[in-house]
């Protein structure tokens, strides 16, 4: 069974830039979510995608967006990048069965804006 | 809105020890799930434990359980006889039960170090 894998593994950008972040979800699983964890801190939801549409967003701006592809892998695009959007991007996948079907996280995408 | 709270930055517990994390989280609803995740350096987020709210019985996975006091909103992960390989952040996490929902709400973790 393959997991959750996330590329690139670091990234550096300008401030102003935009980014994409990629996310293959473990294999059966149909729902992506995506979190932004920042140095220090606990993950803060981004958003969530099923079924190829957004379907729950945290307090995230607009110039955070997302896409799910038929085979349920992910993008996560950054635009107008800020310094305080670096941080550590975790992505995780679930076979949504319910509050309690366990996410599988994978190893995250270091981001860092300079 | 649900918040999760972890008073304990650090911990440090003896190898082959016991060590308890604590966690308090503030919530209107009556049923929810709770969760504890340890991140090793690796940077995945790994599961641990979880706990239905509607369940009084504390949940135990082998050297890990819990202790879950409803009413006081608390949410204690016990580790006994810890190995090196325990060492890392491990963070509290809330579910909604709402259907379909992905969010956790996540504390800002509590960084163990095992000492041999």
């Known amino acids: 069974e393959t997991g959750v894998t996330q590329s690139p593994t670091h990234l550096i950008k300008t401030r102003g830039q935009q980014v994409t972040l990629r996310c293959s979800s473990q294999?059966?699983?149909?729902?992506v979510s995506w979190y932004q964890q920042a140095l220090g801190q606990g993950p803060q939801f981004i958003f969530q995608?099923?079924?190829?549409?957004?379907?729950g967003r945290g307090n995230f701006p607009p110039r955070f967006s997302g896409l799910q592809f038929p085979n349920y892998s992910s993008e996560l695009n950054v635009n107008a990048l800020e310094l305080d959007d670096s941080a550590l991007y975790l992505c995780?996948?679930?076979?949504?069965?319910?509050?309690?079907?366990?996410?599988?996280f994978g190893n995250g995408t270091r981001l860092t804006v300079t | 809105a649900q918040t999760v709270t972890q008073s304990q930055p650090e911990m440090s517990v003896q190898e082959a020890e016991t060590v308890t994390l604590s966690c308090t989280y503030d919530?209107?609803?009556?049923?929810?799930?709770l969760f504890w995740y340890k991140q090793p350096p690796s940077r995945q987020m790994i599961l641990v434990i979880r706990?239905?709210?509607?369940?009084?019985q504390n949940a135990t996975e082998n050297r890990f359980s819990v202790n879950f006091q409803k009413a006081a909103k608390s949410f204690s992960l016990k580790i006994s006889d810890s190995q090196l390989g325990d060492a890392a952040m491990y963070f509290c996490?809330?579910?909604?039960?709402?259907?379909?929902?992905?969010?956790?709400?996540f504390g800002k973790g509590t960084k163990l170090t095992v000492n041999p």
């Open positions: 995780a996948s679930s076979r949504r069965q319910g509050p309690d079907s366990p996410l599988h």
């Open positions: 294999s059966g699983h149909n729902t």
């Open positions: 995608y099923y079924r190829e549409e957004e379907n």
């Open positions: 919530t209107s609803e009556s049923d929810y799930y």
């Open positions: 706990q239905e709210a509607y369940k009084q």
């Open positions: 996490a809330y579910r909604t039960p709402e259907g379909g929902s992905e969010k956790l709400v």
